[in-house]
């Protein structure tokens, strides 16, 4: 799933710097769904700290 959500983040920064409005209004639109869902992945009390702590080194390693 990792490896989705990474793509997704990608997309929709690349739609944010889309010269259409519209296009951008939707990258913003879906890079806030796609943060508030690692929020809610990364609250303890909904997943356990070593799956958190894998996905954030594999988002991280396929970012930069």
């Known amino acids: ?3 989705f959500v990474v793509e997704v983040y990608r997309m929709s ?7 259409k409005e519209t296009v951008r209004k ?9 943060s508030g869902l ?10 356990s700290f070593v799956h958190i ?3 954030h080194i594999r988002v991280c390693s396929y970012m930069f």
């Open 38 to 47: 690692c929020a809610k992945l990364a609250d303890p009390s909904q997943v």
């Open 26 to 34: 939707a990258g913003q639109a879906l890079n806030r769904a796609v």
């Open 1 to 3: 799933m990792e490896e």
């Open 13 to 19: 920064l690349r739609a944010i710097d889309d010269v």
């Open 53 to 55: 702590l894998c996905t």
